[in-house]
């Protein structure tokens, strides 16, 4: 079902943890699975660059889940923001040889802790904010909102 280079990432993950300090953090849910990502940049200036110099994550979640956020990190540890913000969910199963179709759902929450970390920095940073992650952002937030307020109802109907 999974293979080796999943089973590798989420025996072994890579860049587990929480910075602190992060200059960004994203996190993202899925309503279907209730997989949790939190991603942590650490941004270092070189000249006009901007590079991805230190990255964690912490993942409540499947192995799919788990391996998508260890491979992420290591796929854009030392890219500048705009190279890490071009990693695709098919970037990311292929790097992990491949991921069975119903997990398919776990690179793009991978891919959407990213943009949410990144798009965390830039705002904290009153940097210009490019309009497709804007667009991504504003799409995340309503599916978070969703999330919250599925949860809620959740915790009312345990309580009756």
């Not at 540890?77 to 790097?95: H, M, Y």
């Not at 992990?96 to 970390?117: D, F, N, Q, R, W």
């Given at each position: 079902?999974?293979t080796?280079?999943v089973?590798?990432?989420?025996h ?8 602190k300090?992060?200059?960004g953090?994203?996190?993202?849910g899925?309503?279907s699975?209730g997989?949790?990502m ?6 270092k200036k070189?000249?006009k660059k901007?590079i991805?110099?230190?990255i964690?994550f912490?993942?409540?979640g499947?192995?799919a889940?788990i391996?998508t956020?260890s491979a ?10 705009e ?5 695709s969910?098919s970037?990311i199963?292929?790097s992990l040889?491949g991921?069975p179709?119903?997990k398919?759902?776990?690179s793009v929450?991978?891919?959407?802790a ?6 965390d ?11 497709s992650?804007e667009e991504?952002h504003?799409?995340i937030?309503?599916s ?16 009756e």
């Amino acid at each position: 079902m999974y293979t080796d280079k999943v089973l590798e990432y989420f025996h072994k993950p890579k860049n587990l943890g929480k910075i602190k300090n992060a200059d960004g953090v994203g996190k993202v849910g899925n309503l279907s699975c209730g997989d949790m990502m939190y991603l942590y940049i650490k941004v270092k200036k070189e000249g006009k660059k901007e590079i991805i110099s230190n990255i964690k994550f912490q993942t409540f979640g499947c192995v799919a889940a788990i391996a998508t956020s260890s491979a992420i990190t290591e796929m854009v540890k030392g890219k500048t923001i705009e190279e890490a913000l071009e990693v695709s969910k098919s970037d990311i199963i292929e790097s992990l040889e491949g991921l069975p179709p119903i997990k398919i759902h776990c690179s793009v929450l991978a891919t959407e802790a990213l943009a949410e970390a990144i798009y965390d920095y830039l705002l904290n940073n009153k940097r210009p904010i490019p309009k497709s992650l804007e667009e991504k952002h504003n799409s995340i937030v309503k599916s978070n909102e969703i999330l919250a307020e599925r949860y809620e109802e959740w915790i009312e109907n345990q309580q009756e």
